[in-house]
């Protein structure tokens, strides 16, 4: 081991034991924005052995502003996030093996990638996939770090399947579409990104290396604007009635509930629609089609083409991004009519 982790090893709770322990570790971290970002670089500066970069999406322009490890030539080039950050973060730390993952976290795919790690960070957006993350984590008794930031908000809690309350003993339903605050509708401000992932990142730590009679025993919830902080104590909140944790029924981690998604992007004015099966697209027969109806672009790892006023932005494990509306039944009249049924 060399001088690199020195001041980590000099601090006690972590000492050189705990950094043999993080140099061991493998962490699923599930979203690249801007929790991701930050997640992932206190991670693999850390000397976590192994870290796992899963995200759908792409870099853009507006991203810039607060998802810090992305530039402008990211955005200029299209690159997927987890793409794009495992570039950076290589260049960072050599000795930490880091895998990108460019697809959409579903049953299908949620246990392969998450369920052989030690530890799971929420960096997503949207409850759904916070609870098909709650999901695996419990079935496989993995630990995971909730984390969410939006305004100048955030909130975080870690979550032990067997010790803690999960996510659904906390919040029992999602809210419903529009009802809460994103990123694209209420904005949000750089600090607050970096104060939530530096809570979880520091919850992961404590994980990791085995000092869990540290680890915050609350759902903390601030608003650094007004300058307002709230403590929820949450130990002791596990209910026996958990469809989860309770009752073990996992519903979604069932592929049959996720047959050929339209998710409404929120804020975004964009609908994202999956595959109702795995599948691989050819993506560059599919770019010379398109060529002959509108203006296409293309990188290694996405098509996007443009058709007044719409883009549709193609991935090769075949999910479509068709931006320029949040109306479904329009997105897939696009999608049938340009890539097929």
């Known amino acids: 081991m060399d001088t690199r982790y020195s001041r980590q090893i000099l601090f006690g709770p972590i000492g050189r034991s705990g950094q043999e322990k993080l140099g061991q570790s493998r962490v699923a971290i599930v979203g690249m924005g801007a929790l991701g970002t930050v997640l992932s670089n206190h991670m693999v500066r850390a000397g976590v052995g192994f870290v796992r970069l899963i995200d759908r999406d792409f870099v853009e322009p507006s991203n810039l502003q607060r998802q810090m490890l992305y530039d402008e030539s990211d955005a200029a080039e299209h690159l ?3 793409i794009a950050a495992h570039a950076k973060l290589s260049r960072i730390n050599s000795q930490v093996t880091i895998e990108p993952i460019v697809a959409d976290l579903t049953a299908y795919n949620a246990e392969e990638l998450l369920a052989e790690v030690d530890l799971v960070l929420d960096a997503t957006d949207n409850f759904q996939v916070r609870y098909l993350v709650n999901d695996v984590c419990v079935k496989h008794g993995i630990p995971w770090v909730y984390g969410g ?5 955030g909130t975080f809690t870690a979550i032990r399947p067997g010790e803690t309350p999960c996510l659904r003993c906390l919040f029992p339903e999602a809210p419903n579409p529009g009802e809460m605050a994103t990123c694209d509708t209420a904005g949000v401000i750089g600090p607050i990104i970096h104060i939530v992932a530096s809570y979880q990142a520091t919850e992961a730590f404590k994980i990791l290396v085995g000092a869990t ?17 709230q403590q929820i104590k949450v130990i002791n909140g596990r209910r026996s009635d958990c469809p989860c ?3 073990r029924d996992f519903a979604f981690l069932h592929p049959d509930s996720q047959d050929g998604q339209a998710v409404s992007l929120c804020g975004r004015d964009t609908v994202q629609i999956s595959p109702a099966a795995a599948m691989s697209l050819d993506l560059d027969s599919l770019a010379e089609r398109l060529a002959l109806l509108g203006q296409v672009e293309r990188n290694k790892f996405l098509l996007r083409f443009r058709v007044d006023p719409h883009t549709l932005v193609v991935f090769p494990d075949g999910r479509v991004l068709v931006q320029g509306t949040d109306d479904i039944t329009q997105a897939r009249t696009l999608h049938a ?5």
Do not use: M
């Open 80 to 82: 997927p996030k987890a």
């Open 149 to 153: 930031a939006v305004s100048a908000t």
């Open 213 to 229: 009679d540290a680890l915050n025993p609350n759902l903390e919830h601030f608003e650094i604007w007004s300058n307002r902080h």
């Open 245 to 247: 944790c309770g009752q």
């Open 337 to 341: 009519k340009y890539i097929g049924a």
